[in-house]
């Protein structure tokens, strides 16, 4: 392992030299190239990584390093065969680093697990098809299966597994969605009637300001970067706040600006940055209200105009007294102990925000993943009711999802609580009455095969043992099931915790050309900006025994309940069928095989952004609460006397999501290692530990199970004293099932109680996601 501090800008050469060593590792490179050319172009496809969206502006390079690392990863020539687990028992694969077993390529047959031999072997489609209707005809309710999703499934695959699972009869969706961006979606919906981002792409070339919350671009979704570098160039004031100090929001390089890549130059992204505590940005927020309101009483006292949008609040709001009464009664101690920021500092962010005419507030997971994450992004709305910054160009509110069609499938109808408009839609386009009781979402489903309540498990997509909470109860979850399903691109960490039977089921890629009936389909994502446009394989490889998303689910189903409520296999011949099915079941899609082939696809809308609000009053909600007691609730800090540290769990810069792609984490100047933890130096010197010592890390939740991980490297780090930060899926064995956000059920990933001691060596007992 080697620390060596990264003084560069994100993005330049590093970006480069990284696109070009994982095109070489794919062993695909002239291929791979013409690909990338291809990626999220009209006629193309869609980069199976983040989900930010497109500019009109045509540009010949549309892809950033990560999306360049999705492609060769996916593209690659590798092939995990039927012969490949023959030769390696499941209880071998375990050993293995994640980062190997993805490392190995695509799969390409469907394989059953073998206990006799705990091998996986050779199944056909039929067979396979025939052993999941089985065990879920012989289920005595419907509700005994859980049907998970990754957000990278299509709207065809997604629409088409809803309808099967809703047909079927249950609303059993736990999805990814319920691990990340849950609290955005419930919190925005309540405040303004609609779970999506207000914004469209273009709204960040009118901004004066852009607020971003709790998000590292330059790794989780770089092409964002190039949005603010033009953003920031034109004079837009970006403020960041971000607990750790990331190289992305400070200074980025263009790769595709032959100026700045010939000067070694660069563009700074951040006007001001700000490093909150963990969980602290409530605070920020409530105390940049109470600057404000400072400042429209001053206003107010000479004679002038409120700074307020009066207007606007009256036509179309309701609770702000309410609101304002209780920003009055926060004191500034409180807010800024919480917020770990002076009052200067936040009013520093205020005078910004005042003096911007149009305000965009974008946020990710370091918001998501906290408790109270649901109230804090009420506290960011009510800000931006207050000034009236939704509903006008060049502002609004802008959650920057995952996956890139996680969106997507909600509104396709992955949702353990879909709304009755929905159920009555399906019921009424299909004929059949569909459950409307609500389903199991991540951690209920988790709990439910642990119980003995559920006995299937199929996953579209994900590695789900990886992605969820508390890696040992997960584990024990899916493989105390009677069967499990998985439908991957590629060998995970999940495929080998099975149920007592067990089916991999090999999927095609973004990248791969998906022949139905002879001709080339195309599926169609929905991107973070409520944008859904068509995303078309490029590659003719072998594809071996692969079959599409669609193709598999449709198989699914029709084992399982024949030719209803549709022809399951007549209408996986042509996609087209299977979106006229969408347009006669969801509003916005109508005419929508049409629309996806005008370029960039079509708009669906959003009707906050309309400033209809879809609310029981019909009005924009100001929300209500009282900053958290403790950040750090003072019962799981007298847990223990040695210092206790606040931890979130993180991706490095060579990931996305669960997938590593390598072992360097360049931008943090990290390389050859996982098993790190990001402290402050002084936290370090108080610890009387020393930079680059080994030490275990254990989670105090004050419920008598022992949580901990094992041989974690300590390095100095640019973090708030009291914090700190790690690799999942290393550290989520540390994620407590019941550690969950108010109203989201979200895992709180993002402050999780620990503490630090000098690493037991030799110790018989090891990190079970060990890389």
Avoid at 72 to 99: C, G, I
Wanted: aromatic share 8%; hydrophobic share 35%.
């Amino acid at each position: 392992m080697t620390i060596k501090k990264y003084d560069g800008s994100a993005g330049g050469w590093g970006a480069l030299l990284s696109t070009t060593k994982h095109l070489i590792k794919s062993e695909n490179v002239t291929t791979n190239i013409k690909t990338l050319l291809k990626t999220n172009q009209d006629h193309g496809f869609d980069c199976p990584g983040c989900a930010w969206g497109e500019s009109e502006e045509r540009s010949r390079f549309r892809f950033c390093e990560n999306g360049a690392k999705a492609v060769n990863w996916e593209a690659t020539s590798r092939r995990v065969t039927p012969a490949f687990f023959q030769q390696h028992p499941v209880s071998w694969l375990k050993e293995q680093s994640d980062y190997y077993l993805e490392y190995q390529g695509r799969l390409n047959h469907p394989v059953q697990y073998n206990p006799a031999t705990d091998c996986y072997q050779a199944v056909s489609w039929q067979d396979a098809f025939a052993l999941i209707a089985k065990h879920l005809n012989a289920l005595e309710s419907p509700n005994q299966a859980e049907f998970y999703t990754s957000g990278r499934a299509s709207n065809e695959a997604a629409f088409l597994y809803q309808l099967f699972v809703r047909k079927f009869g249950s609303n059993n969706f736990p999805d990814c969605s319920n691990m990340c961006h849950e609290a955005s979606g419930i919190g925005m919906k309540q405040a303004i009637g609609v779970g999506k981002g207000t914004v469209k792409m273009s709204d960040f070339e009118h901004a004066d300001a852009i607020f971003v919350f709790g998000q590292n671009p330059g790794t989780n979704h770089p092409r964002m970067l190039d949005t603010l570098r033009e953003a920031s160039r034109r004079g837009a004031a970006i403020v960041s706040f971000n607990t750790l100090k990331e190289r992305g929001l400070e200074r980025f390089t263009n790769p595709q600006s032959p100026k700045e890549m010939l000067t070694d130059g660069s563009t700074q992204i951040s006007q001001c940055y700000f490093m909150p505590k963990l969980g602290g940005d409530m605070a920020v927020v409530r105390g940049m209200v109470k600057a404000l309101s400072v400042i429209n009483e001053a206003q107010l006292a000479a004679g002038e105009e409120s700074i307020f949008d009066l207007a606007f609040i009256a036509e179309h709001t309701q609770g702000l007294a309410q609101y304002l009464d209780a920003v009055q009664a926060t004191p500034w101690h409180e807010i800024t102990e919480q917020a770990g920021l002076s009052q200067s500092e936040i009013e520093q962010a205020a005078t910004i925000y005042y003096q911007s005419k149009r305000v965009i507030i974008t946020w990710a997971m370091g918001i998501t993943q906290h408790k109270h994450s649901v109230n804090t992004i009420q506290e960011i709305t009510n800000l931006q009711l207050l000034f009236g910054q939704i509903g006008k160009q060049g502002a609004g509110l802008c959650p920057v999802r995952g996956h890139s069609n996680v969106q997507g499938d909600r509104t396709m109808g992955i949702d353990e609580k879909p709304p009755a408009s929905f159920i009555d839609n399906i019921s009424q386009a299909f004929d059949f009455k569909a459950p409307s009781e609500p389903g199991h979402n991540t951690v209920e489903a988790i709990k439910a095969m642990l119980a003995g309540q559920s006995k299937v498990f199929i996953g579209l997509g994900g590695n789900f043992a990886a992605a969820a909470p508390e890696t040992a109860l997960t584990e024990q979850a899916l493989a105390s099931c009677h069967l499990t399903v998985n439908i991957a691109t590629k060998l995970n960490r999940t495929h080998l915790i099975h149920g007592k039977d067990a089916l991999i089921l090999p999927c095609l890629g973004r990248t791969d050309v998906d022949l139905q009936a002879g001709k080339p389909q195309s599926v169609t994502v929905e991107d973070s900006f409520s944008m859904v446009h068509a995303s078309a394989g490029v590659i003719e490889s072998d594809i071996g025994e692969m079959r599409s998303e669609p193709a598999i689910i449709a198989g699914i189903a029709e084992a399982t309940l024949s030719k209803q409520p549709i022809d399951w296999s007549w209408v996986i011949e042509d996609y087209d069928r299977i979106r006229t099915l969408i347009a006669k079941a969801i509003p916005g899609f109508n005419d929508m095989n049409n629309k996806i082939k005008q370029p960039g696809g079509f708009y669906l809308g959003n009707s906050a952004a309309d400033k209809q609000w879809q609310t029981a009053s019909k009005k924009a909600q100001f929300m209500t609460h009282d900053l958290p007691t403790h950040l750090l609730p003072a019962n799981l800090r007298a847990l223990s006397k040695d210092p206790v540290f606040v931890l979130q769990t993180m991706r490095s810069h060579d990931q996305y999501n669960t997938t590593i792609y390598g072992f360097d984490d360049r931008y943090r100047g990290v390389y050859g290692e996982r098993k790190v933890i990001f402290v402050n130096h002084n936290d370090i010197s108080a610890l009387g530990f020393e930079n680059g010592q080994l030490v275990d890390v254990e989670a105090l939740w004050g419920d008598g199970v022992e949580r901990k991980v094992y041989g974690f490297k300590l390095v100095e780090y640019e973090i708030p004293e009291g914090n700190i930060a790690a690799y999942f899926p290393e550290t989520n064995p540390l994620v407590s099932i019941d550690g969950k956000g108010d109203l989201s059920d979200t895992p709180i990933s993002k402050a999780i109680p620990v503490i630090l001691s000098t690493a037991v060596l030799n110790s018989n007992r090891v990190d079970i996601t060990l890389n």
